[in-house]
């Protein structure tokens, strides 16, 4: 396997006697995009802070490139880019003088620069607005522009901590797209948010983690299946039929669980091929199915499952 692009070892950050980061390891290979989700407090925003040495860990290893990063200032640092989640821009700058400003923190100058600015403006939909000052921005707008600060130098590794926090369904959409396009582009992103539509539509896997330390870590499909012990088959049944049905149905190897619901069953089944054998039966039976489904929990259901809490306040 090649290197990873991020390998975190047994990451540990300590504020005075709480423990906010508690033996974090996890990789991230080139072009992932992968959640890091968590309830608030859980570790999210202190881990990605580590991971751009903005802090020092008290225990563990990160490395980008398979380099091990030393602290704020190491050149390695260039590959990422973080979008924090307080914002961090001049409020009297204008918003082209911000991006200028940490532009030529990376090292940025004249052509390159100018070319930098224009192309992240042009991506957080802020163009022609890049000559006001900030402090007269929605915070929609400074929270777009606070991503394309990201994007400047133009990371191959992005670190996205609730980019789309204030912002409206309309501009969120737009910003999900072009984040879409950075992915297609080959960036490896790595996406914290409490919308679990944002992560079911950006990432194939996810790392849940709370109290600092990792729930799970797993592709999305793959957690859904785990998380409701199977495959959820939902059987629509003509009134009156559903006692004699789940009568023959408990006979059936792989359903694991049946419950009445309004318009027929719902079933547990442990893989998707039992749901013939259920169909069959029930043919058999005469016994008419008016629909039949299968349902996946959602992101929100597995999440409340792992860490017994909801992801919003
Ligand atoms: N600078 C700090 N000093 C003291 N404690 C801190 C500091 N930064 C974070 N913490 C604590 O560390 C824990 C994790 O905080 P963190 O900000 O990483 O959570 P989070 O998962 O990002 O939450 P949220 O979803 O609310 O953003 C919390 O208990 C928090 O109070
Ligand atoms: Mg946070």
């Known amino acids: 396997m090649s290197v990873p692009v991020l390998a975190v070892d047994r990451l540990v950050k300590r504020f005075g006697g709480r423990t906010a980061v508690d033996g974090l390891s996890f990789q991230i290979q080139r072009g992932e995009a992968v959640g890091l989700l968590g309830p608030n407090g859980a570790g999210k925003t202190t881990t990605l802070s580590l991971l751009v040495g903005l802090l020092t860990p008290d225990a563990g290893t990160v490395a980008i490139h398979g380099m091990a990063l030393q602290g704020d200032t190491d050149p390695v640092k260039r590959h990422i880019g973080l979008a924090t989640q307080e914002l961090a821009l001049y409020e009297e700058l204008t918003a082209m ?5 940490f532009g030529s923190l990376y090292g ?14 042009e991506f957080a ?4 607005r890049a000559q006001e000052p900030v402090k007269g921005f929605s915070g929609g707008m400074k929270r777009r522009l606070n991503l394309a600060v990201a994007l400047l130098h133009d990371p191959d590794l992005l670190l996205l901590d609730e980019p789309t926090v204030g912002v409206d369904p309309q501009s969120r959409n737009a910003l999900l797209e072009s984040i879409e396009d950075l992915r297609r582009q080959g960036k490896t992103i790595v996406y914290t948010t409490h919308y679990m539509e944002e992560v079911e539509r950006l990432c194939e896997r996810v790392i849940v983690v709370d109290h600092g330390r990792i729930l799970a870590d ?3 499909a793959d957690l859904k299946v785990q998380a409701s012990g199977g495959i959820q088959l939902r059987v629509g049944l003509a009134a009156g039929h559903q006692v004699e049905a789940r009568k023959w149905l408990t006979e059936i190897t792989g359903v694991s669980a049946i419950e009445t619901v309004s318009d027929g069953l719902q079933l547990l089944l442990s893989q998707v091929a039992v749901a013939g054998r259920v169909l069959e039966l029930l043919e058999r039976r005469e016994i008419p199915v008016l629909s039949l489904a299968t349902r996946q929990p959602s992101l929100e259901d597995v999440f409340l499952q792992l860490t017994g809490r909801t992801l919003r306040d």
């Open 97 to 101: 003088d911000n991006l200028g400003f």
């Open 108 to 121: 940025l100058r004249g052509d390159a620069l100018a070319q930098a600015c224009r192309r992240v403006l």
């Open 125 to 128: 939909g802020l163009a022609d």
């Open 218 to 220: 797993a592709r999305v």
